[in-house]
């Protein structure tokens, strides 16, 4: 354990509700070292959370525990799971949220947490990250066996890919995310590109628009002329140099990108 | 002295205030381990804050000290305020954003912050929570005796609770927080019950809305049906599943809250 | 160096890539502390993230290491440079975005950053804040030599101040930043007035407003009237007791502001 605990939750800040659980913690694990990943991922956005989760968490140091909680089932029959993948584990609803890490990963164990002696005293039906997911993470940092926490299941809400469609030389891929400086991020990455390719002739359409070619960084693009590029986290992207590619465009999660080469 | 000092600010995050405040926290302890409950309270809503901070503070470990920070009176002849309740330390200006953790505790000292040798060089009229709160917190942390910040107070801003008014068989209470989903949390808690009632037969009215019996949890209610249940902090909450009460009832903070049992 | 490294950004917290750098430093020196200024700067504005880190840097300890990043122009041509003052290093595109820093010290020398040993594997052209600056940080932090991340230069971009313009017995100055409580920052310093001058004869001219004297605090203004005072960075501001300044006097950045003695 590197006594790292992340955080990415659609609490928001206001509240006090994420200063909450980092109190528990530390009354747990007094050297625990808390870190936010985010805690404005939008309300019950399931989808949102695991996206970001599955571009952030590689980039902490080995024995990093990730917790995400965006949580409309709160309190309910829907459980709360520990999935070990070795050198990373996160804790988190049994909702969704870690779909795209579970499609990724290949070896991994995943725990119902149902020992209420690593819970609060009192847990309420309306705020498990405090009464259950704070306790039993700082536990864990401490370097409590996982299956002290609860038993092993294999019927979790399984993983999911979200790898674009391929049809002759054309791949049709869809909106994923949309970054909060604008910028459209597909499902298409880089080493879904024919093997011989040349960035010039690709096409990409999406709605109304086709852009000509893949650019290399932000400022290729001049003022309100989108451009195409392979961003940070290996997708392709749709950006709008020093504006905002999501408003200009009007494009939502889920709206269609198609690539053409010729 | 557990070494962790929280933040509770109407100060935001745009102009790097709370940033600085922990520069000259780690400056002078640097072992100190600083939390952020919130920096998100409403600008100058001193109730806000003092809500936020009665729901939180217990759930830091004993001998933390807590910075509570909404201070329209800023340079003013209003005073800083050592809230000394043995397990829990305040620092805060005397204007009442303490008033709720003063009406629930009953044995506290309160000091007068005064003693210049544990403020910065230069004490602007603007910004006190960088030139004198910051210091004090850090010297507080260091195990610094409170008494030498400056003399035992009687006539600070007195305690007040929110209990409800209850008349026969009737509770009329009020609205007083509205949380970032947008829960309507009223000041009539679980324990202000009948000793024998049932759930089912509790009749809620807020605004022209009625609401029979109690949920467990928010995903009992269905889409746009508004339910009642109690919340993580002990209070009764209006919520709606995958909505926002707070917005759908168009409800503000004092509106009443009738219940009847029947 | 103090261990401290402090976030100047416009990264927002949505998208986790704050959380993200913090974990790359972590994972290099798992000691530093991380402390955010704000990663709540407007999206490409240059001049606020400038204005911020000129107001914030110096609380911090000495050692401390600072990373500032507006950065529209990531993964083009524009260098990444160390600044080291002896005191302070700090870390960020050559855009300007040190330029008050700049302006203000004498004795410093400025690297370019272009050692590939101290970047990620591989290197995005959209988030050298992550790929570049964390891990250099991180190093800088461990106490690895300055020099060793590239070679010192002399043509990064120059300092700039903001002096006022003054003209017998006026001066002439201008809106530098309005804060998150709306109150308006000018470039007009205590040390800028006349050697001899009476506060109450003062006349302060913004757009159609005149404002006569200064005050002392923000609640010496009684609603709806705006005062002037010298705030906590040390300039001028215009403020509304209770108000929002920038909003009721509709003030943009660099909008003037006249102060005649009579």
Do not use: W
């Not at 694990?29 to 968490?57: C, G, L, M």
């Not at 309190?75 to 050198?87: A, E, M, W, Y």
């Not at 002739?201 to 709605?207: R, T």
């Not at 200009?248 to 080469?261: A, E, R």
């Amino acid at each position: 354990m590197s006594g790292i605990i992340t955080l990415t939750t659609d609490f928001g800040e206001k509240d006090g509700f994420v200063g909450v659980m980092k109190g528990i913690i530390l009354g747990i694990n007094p050297k625990a070292k808390i870190i936010d990943i985010t805690n404005e991922i939008e309300r019950q956005n399931i989808d949102q959370a695991a996206f970001v989760i599955k571009n952030s968490f590689s980039f902490f140091p080995e024995g990093t525990i990730h917790i995400v909680i965006v949580d409309p089932g709160v309190g309910s029959l829907r459980r709360i799971i520990v999935l070990d993948c070795i050198n990373y584990v996160f804790l988190a609803p049994d909702n969704g949220v870690l779909k795209y890490i579970l499609s990724e990963k290949k070896n991994f164990q995943v725990y119902d947490v149902v020992n209420k002696d690593y819970f609060l005293k009192n847990v309420s039906s309306t705020f498990h990250g405090r009464d259950i997911i704070a306790p039993v993470s700082a536990y864990l940092s401490l370097g409590t066996d996982i299956e002290k926490f609860g038993p092993e299941i294999s019927d979790y809400i399984k993983g999911e890919s979200f790898e674009p469609f391929k049809k002759g030389n054309k791949i049709i891929g869809k909106v994923i995310y949309c970054d909060s400086f604008g910028n459209i991020i597909t499902n298409i990455k880089k080493d879904e590109m024919p093997v011989k390719y040349q960035e010039k002739y690709i096409s990409i359409n999406i709605k109304d628009l086709n852009i000509r070619g893949i650019s290399r960084f932000y400022s290729d693009g001049g003022k309100n002329r989108p451009i195409a590029l392979f961003g940070s986290s290996g997708f392709l992207e749709i950006a709008i140099y020093l504006g905002n590619a999501e408003k200009s465009l009007d494009v939502k999660i889920g709206d269609y990108v198609n690539l053409s080469f010729n």
